[in-house]
């Protein structure tokens, strides 16, 4: 994390994923403290699709575990169900984000990770 470049990711979406990936990779417990609730306002003021680029762009600073972490992570929680809205068809971003999703997954198959039948 400390090699990672900051810069370019002045709204910060995609710091806390990352850590999770490289504690998840280091066997580092990750813990959350529900006593603790955030809330955000409905209203943003900043552009939601800028800072989904700059999320995405500072995660390919990770390494191949941690991505395959990420994706595990992300898989689990649904959060491309979430993000995309019925109806629309996915953008390029989002096609090649399923791709690399479906290499992970068969890479973790071949791998003996996952069952496959």
């Keep these: 994390m400390r090699g990672f470049n900051y810069e370019d990711n002045n709204l910060g979406w995609g710091i806390d994923w990352a ?4 504690s998840r990779v280091n066997s ?3 813990l959350r403290d ?3 609730e955030v809330s955000h306002p409905q209203g ?3 552009d939601a699709d800028e800072a989904m ?3 995405e762009s500072f995660l390919e600073q ?3 575990q941690e991505k395959i ?6 898989t689990y929680r649904g959060i491309d169900n979430a993000r995309t809205k019925k109806g629309q068809p996915f953008n390029k971003s989002h096609r090649q984000q399923r ?3 479906m290499r992970c997954f068969v890479c973790l198959v071949k791998m003996g990770f996952i069952g496959c039948s």
Excluded: D, P
Excluded at 19 to 22: D, E, I, L, P, V
Excluded at 69 to 74: A, G, I, K, P, V
């Design 44 to 46: 943003r003021g900043y």
């Design 34 to 36: 529900r006593s603790v």
């Design 99 to 101: 791709s690399a999703r």
């Design 28 to 30: 580092l417990h990750v």
């Design 69 to 74: 972490q990420y994706t595990l992570l992300m």
């Design 53 to 55: 680029r700059q999320m």
């Design 62 to 64: 990770m390494n191949e």
């Design 19 to 22: 850590a999770n990936c490289y």
